[in-house]
């Protein structure tokens, strides 16, 4: 009987301490969410690459904040003559920052994974697209190694080494 009672006490304590407090009205501010301007750098007519600011709700945590905008630069330029940069089935399974200002983007989707069949020029501005993005938008950012499937990647396409982390390159913006 005695330990019937300790049992049913330690169970009303525990229901008492798992109160959770009532969901906000509000889960942007709950978890920390505003909208910030972010650019992004898609392919200009030039073949170079072109800033392109957009509001978008960004969570107060880095890696969250930046796997948003990286998936932001994938749903594309706003401009509809603009095409992709990346192949539309690629997803974003990630993106962290290290202390020592080298970002990682892990990158996936079948077109990826199994061989984008894509040009040299259309890989240079796709590597970079995502470096300039990165580094733009996170200052403390001084590089940006690209993974695909959390394997550091070699090429997107067979002709860009990525297999180090890259640094922005201001030859590749249009002024």
Wanted: aromatic share 6%; glycine share 8%; net charge positive.
């Amino acid at each position: 009987m005695r330990k019937t009672a300790v049992v049913l006490l330690v169970l009303a304590l525990a229901a008492g301490a798992c109160k959770k407090k009532p969901l906000s009205t509000n889960l942007n501010v709950e978890n920390k969410v505003a909208v910030r301007t972010v650019t992004l750098y898609f392919e200009a007519p030039d073949m170079l690459l072109a800033a392109e600011s957009r509001n978008v709700a960004l969570p107060e945590n880095h890696a969250g904040a930046m796997s948003a905008v990286v998936r932001e630069l994938f749903k594309g330029s706003a401009n509809t003559s603009i095409p992709r940069i990346f192949p539309a089935d690629t997803v974003v399974r990630g993106a962290y920052l290290l202390p020592d200002g080298t970002a990682f983007v892990d990158l996936g989707g079948a077109t990826l994974t199994s061989g984008w069949g894509t040009g040299t020029h259309e890989e240079l501005m796709a590597a970079w697209s995502v470096v300039q993005t990165i580094t733009t938008n996170f200052p403390e950012t001084k590089r940006v190694r690209i993974l695909i499937n959390g394997t550091p990647a070699e090429t997107l396409a067979g002709h860009i080494d990525i297999g180090r982390a890259l640094k922005p390159n201001p030859a590749w913006i249009h002024r």
